[in-house]
T-cell receptor
Framework: DTAVSQTPKYLVTQMGNDKSIKCEQNLGHDTMYWYKQDSKKFLKIMFSYNNKELIINETVPNRFSPKSPDKAHLNLHINSLELGDSAVYFCASSPWTGSGNTIYFGEGSWLTVV | AQRVTQPEKLLSVFKGAPVELKCNYS??????LFWYVQYSRQRLQLLLR??SRESIKGFTADLNKGETSFHLKKPFAQEEDSAMYYCALGAGSYQLTFGKGTKLSVIP
């Protein structure tokens, strides 16, 4: 299947822990993203990478660190998890950077911090 | 700065009734507009984009630059249309700006 896949799908962890969410796309896209969907279903971009280069870094705590080992992968590492980090995190990709671009989303990773 | 407003958080309609999900945008340039849909616990997926002027699953949306709107419409709602709908604006920047979403609930 050609898709954007992310793991794990569900993650329950305690405050203070460090966790990672992995994302891979086999669509041959140059650009990858991380979006956060909060409890009110509001979707907001966190990061964007183009060919492994960071191009968007919205106002996100520096506890969140994206890593792109190659253009097909964009992992999200979160240090010292807080209750407010509980959300659904969506990885996404698009053929290139810029408007007018269709973005393809992964299924989401449900993170619950207790 | 660009902004997308979806004024309704929740919209409930009866099966077979017409549906209109409202979307207004704020952008001074030439916008690219999209509707994304998220079915229960599934991935977000593109429903349609204004450039294509297509109809997907019976939904259409027309860009009205005068009213800065891109409302999503369907003449007859189906139960399987129940989902979260996001309007999104691509405005010459690197990413899409999403509205806060409207939850559509179709009542059998």
């Amino acid at each position: 299947d050609t898709a954007v896949s992310q793991t794990p799908k569900y993650l329950v962890t305690q405050m203070g822990n460090d966790k990672s969410i992995k994302c891979e796309q086999n669509l041959g896209h140059d650009t990858m993203y991380w979006y956060k969907q909060d409890s009110k279903k509001f979707l907001k971009i966190m990061f964007s990478y183009n060919n492994k280069e960071l191009i968007i870094n919205e106002t996100v705590p520096n506890r969140f660190s994206p890593k792109s080992p190659d253009k097909a992968h964009l992992n999200l590492h979160i240090n010292s998890l807080e209750l407010g980090d509980s959300a659904v995190y969506f990885c996404a990709s698009s053929p290139w950077t810029g408007s007018g671009n269709t973005i393809y989303f992964g299924e989401g990773s449900w993170l619950t911090v207790v | 700065a660009q902004r997308v407003t979806q004024p309704e958080k929740l919209l409930s309609v009866f099966k077979g009734a017409p549906v209109e999900l409202k979307c207004n945008y704020s952008y001074s340039g030439s916008p690219e507009l999209f509707w994304y849909v998220q079915y229960s616990r599934q991935r977000l997926q593109l429903l349609l984009r204004h450039i294509s002027r297509e109809s997907i699953k019976g939904f259409t949306a027309d860009l009205n630059k005068g009213e800065t709107s891109f409302h999503l419409k369907k003449p007859f709602a189906q139960e399987e249309d129940s989902a979260m709908y996001y309007c999104a604006l691509g405005a010459g920047s690197y990413q899409l700006t999403f509205g806060k979403g409207t939850k559509l609930s179709v009542i059998p």
